[in-house]
């Protein structure tokens, strides 16, 4: 059996799931220091769907396709200690700003490029925008269908992918023809832990750009062991219309950005009575812990 | 003036919730702009569906009626949205937050290359000045949403690409009629001309309802119950604040122990550690293995009969006081103070 070439397109995160309480500095704006930055948590899901494919069909590949700055380079070896293949990290000075829809451009003018793809499979939405948007934005830039708020990637048959999708109220089973971007939700299951045996073979995986500052010695490495470049691709690498990148390509402007506020510590002591009640309800609201 | 447009989402040919809500805010705009609302509903059997939505007052409903449009599935509802705007030109698109438009709205969004802003909040008519290009905007729409998991607040705006689409999620904005009298007309659209049959590649084997799993870990807000709840009964009050709030019921071990709730919902040392947004404690007095599970939630809120509850150490608000009582009160007050 030949298998089949999957992309999993995954996102470096901050980790604005935890924030504690350290997580905002004392003037209200978020401390970015606090936040370790993470594998976003639906692209492991999504990984996992894409990993048991490849269990089932031997012959299959995983590449892992992330934009970000250098160090997203990262989330690209999590991958391949988790049973991924190889890499593609797309970083240039020319996607800084994009909005969704740049983004999405971007990443789908890589994959015209890259070719070669049965299923593109990505988490739902990234945590730190919660949009939900770039895997049906690719899907369509790509001209093919889209499942979102998949589970479960059931069977691959004669060219058909069957996918149970999670829904606010209910399930629901659908078949979609080869090739096509799934994006799962966190109901699917985790992602398997990383394989020892993987990170002994992958621990040196690199950018070029991770290679030039790294110690030289190691450098014979990388001629020895093809698998250990990660591939690091720039506009140079693709074909795009710079006037589609970045702030420019991008319809959304931010034209505010407020930080929400905590509240100090210490706790306000508060009784039953309505007028308290009332008064809580309204600062949660207000200072959009709620609501 | 170029009309607003709210896409209708159908929910076993019923009206969805969050569609009533949007053409309420739909009007408003539309009012305050001073041009039409109009209203694109797309499925099957959608005979008198204009009834339901006229009197928020629409002044144009298309309808796209086809046995292949129901249940909603993303091409050909794309399709025919995609086409319909081309040919309208709306300067604004609302759709809900839902598992459809989530769906729908980016893919229209990458046809169409225009702006789409996800889980609005608040939407709000608007100037804008662009300094650097000296150029100036009126009547945007500000699409005020958080971000960077809830620690901040941004306001998009999308100057020069049209529509201006937005998503917001049910129960966000009001629900009002307008006027149960209110006259508009209807354009029956031609599905044959909307779509073309690779848009029915994707085949529907199964559809049903379903429960979903609990998923405390991933939620922003926890009401967690503890021995002092005192009944599986008044654990019904946990849920119904949870449910309110959009958030998950948690629980102590005691509370489980007590076979109040399922193992699945404990939160602690030997259950689950969680660090939502917002922790309500109830009846819970904080043993230490409890509160290394959710110490390091942003606030807590800690409701207990006892004043001395070691869990008061660490909450944000103390509430002295019986859940029974006050869960029913915070449910009262949050919606009286929403929309």
């Known amino acids: ?291 | 003036m170029n009309s607003v447009f709210v896409y209708i989402e159908i929910e076993a040919g019923q009206v969805a919730e969050v569609s009533m809500e949007l053409l309420t805010k739909g009007r408003a705009l539309a009012t305050e702009l001073k041009c039409k609302l109009e209203a694109i509903a797309i499925g099957f059997k959608l005979d008198g569906i204009e009834k339901d939505i006229f009197p928020y007052g629409v002044d144009v409903l298309h309808i796209a009626d086809d046995k292949r449009l129901a249940p909603y599935t993303t091409l050909p509802h794309t399709s025919i949205v995609v086409k319909l705007f081309q040919e309208e030109k709306p300067q604004i698109a609302l759709m809900g937050a839902s598992s459809v438009g989530r769906d729908l709205g980016p893919r229209v969004s990458s046809a169409l290359h225009s702006g789409l802003t996800a889980d609005c909040t608040s939407l709000v008519i608007g100037d804008h000045e662009d300094k650097k290009l000296n150029k100036e905007y009126t009547d945007l729409l500000y699409q005020i949403r958080p971000a960077f998991g809830g620690n901040i607040i941004a306001t998009i705006i999308n100057p020069d690409c049209r529509p201006q689409m937005a998503t917001v999620r049910e129960g966000v904005m009001k629900k009002e009629i307008l006027d149960p009298k209110y006259k508009g007309t209807i354009n029956k659209l031609d599905v044959s001309k909307y779509t073309s049959d690779v848009d029915f590649v994707v085949e529907m084997i199964e559809r049903h309802m379903e429960k979903s799993k609990v998923n405390i870990k991933g939620a922003g807000i926890i009401v967690a119950g503890g021995y002092g709840v005192g009944s599986k009964e008044n654990f019904n009050l946990l849920f119904e604040l949870a449910e309110v709030l959009g958030g998950e019921v948690g629980a102590s071990r005691a509370a489980v122990d007590s076979g109040y709730v399922d193992h699945e919902r404990q939160i602690g040392q030997t259950g689950t550690t969680v660090r939502p947004k917002l922790y309500i404690a109830c009846g819970i007095s904080g043993q230490i293995q409890h509160r290394a599970g959710m110490e390091e939630s942003a606030q807590i809120i800690a409701i207990n009969t006892d004043p001395e509850a070691p869990i008061n150490s660490i909450a944000d608000y103390v509430i002295t006081g019986d859940v029974a009582e006050i869960l029913p009160k915070m449910i009262k007050y949050y919606k009286a103070n929403t929309k």
């Open chain 1, 1 to 291: 059996m030949k298998g089949y070439k999957i992309i999993v397109l995954a996102k470096q995160v901050p980790d604005t799931r935890n924030v504690g309480k350290d997580a905002m500095k004392a003037d209200g704006t978020v401390n970015r220091a606090a936040l370790p930055a993470i594998f976003n948590p639906e692209d492991l899901n999504a990984l996992e769907q894409a990993l048991r494919i490849k269990d089932n069909f031997p012959g299959t590949t995983i590449t892992v396709l992330t934009m970000g700055p250098g160090r997203a380079a990262e989330i690209i070896r999590e991958g391949l200690f988790r049973g991924a293949d190889d890499g593609i990290l797309l970083t240039d000075r020319a996607f800084a700003g994009s909005d969704t829809l740049a983004t999405s451009y971007a990443i789908a003018q890589t994959l015209k490029k890259y070719g070669n793809y049965d299923i593109i499979i990505a988490g739902r939405q990234a945590i730190d925008g919660d949009t939900a948007q770039v895997g049906p934005q690719v899907a369509e830039k790509l001209g093919i269908p889209q499942i979102t708020y998949a589970e479960e990637i059931q069977a691959i048959n004669k060219g058909m992918v069957t996918v149970k999708r999670r829904l606010e109220r209910g399930v629901e089973v659908v078949k979609c023809p080869m090739p096509l971007v799934v994006t799962v939700n966190s109901s699917a299951p985790d992602c398997r832990a990383r394989n020892a045996k993987l990170i002994m073979k992958y621990k040196h995986a690199k950018t070029i750009s991770e290679m030039q500052v790294s110690n030289e010695d190691y450098l014979h490495l990388y001629n020895d062991r093809p698998y250990l470049n990660i591939k690091e691709w720039t506009v140079q690498d693709i074909e795009v219309d710079m006037n589609e990148l970045g702030l420019t390509g991008s319809p959304t402007k931010v034209k505010k950005v407020e930080n929400v506020v905590l509240q100090s510590k210490g706790a306000k002591v508060i009784t039953s009575s309505d007028e308290d009640m009332d008064q809580l309800m309204r600062e949660l609201i207000e200072n959009h812990t709620i609501g």
